[in-house]
């Protein structure tokens, strides 16, 4: 059984809703969801004349491989109605992979772990509170000490009461 981390995020439509309907998606098609993590809303990053997003990150246990998870993470996207218009748009459903136990992989269209995660306060928040210890394969460093050194200055609120 592989143990592995998504962030999932949208800022289209209902953006609780959207969040739901890939959880359970997720959960259908790839496998059950072990922990998540609050919502957190966040100004969006890169382009930031859009809608602030919902992130959330998930633990979930498959039996997939890295490709057929992603190919099925993409086809889950597609029937929620993403549309990738341009590079960090808006979206209705954003589906990642985050860490894949401790696989090291870059094969076109999927690098694992996530390239950019160090960089992005919206993953490293969610992915701090369900998994601090859980230690990036290159990094050699935990979540939580990715998110307490980390450079970003995007704001990222826990949402309560949703």
């Keep these: 059984m592989n143990h592995v981390y998504l962030m999932i995020g949208g800022n289209i439509g209902n953006r609780l809703a959207n969040l739901e309907n890939a959880r359970n998606s ?46 099925m993470l993409l086809a889950i996207e597609v029937s929620m109605g993403r549309e990738r218009l341009f590079p960090l748009g808006p979206r209705t459903i954003d589906l990642d992979i985050i860490y894949f136990n401790q696989t090291i992989m870059d094969i076109p269209g ?19 509170e369900i998994a601090p210890d859980f230690e990036h394969p290159i990094l050699k460093k935990t979540n939580l000490q990715l998110y307490k050194n980390s450079t970003d200055t995007s704001v990222v609120h826990k949402k309560n009461n949703l």
């Design 26 to 71: 997720i959960d259908l098609k790839c496998g059950p969801i072990q922990k998540q993590s609050s919502i957190f809303e966040t100004e969006a990053w890169g382009m930031k004349e859009q809608p602030a997003f919902y992130n959330q990150a998930l633990c979930i246990e498959t039996l997939l491989s890295p490709q057929d998870l992603m190919a």
């Design 110 to 128: 999927l690098i694992i772990p996530h390239p950019r995660l160090a960089l992005r306060n919206f993953v490293l928040a969610p992915l701090a």
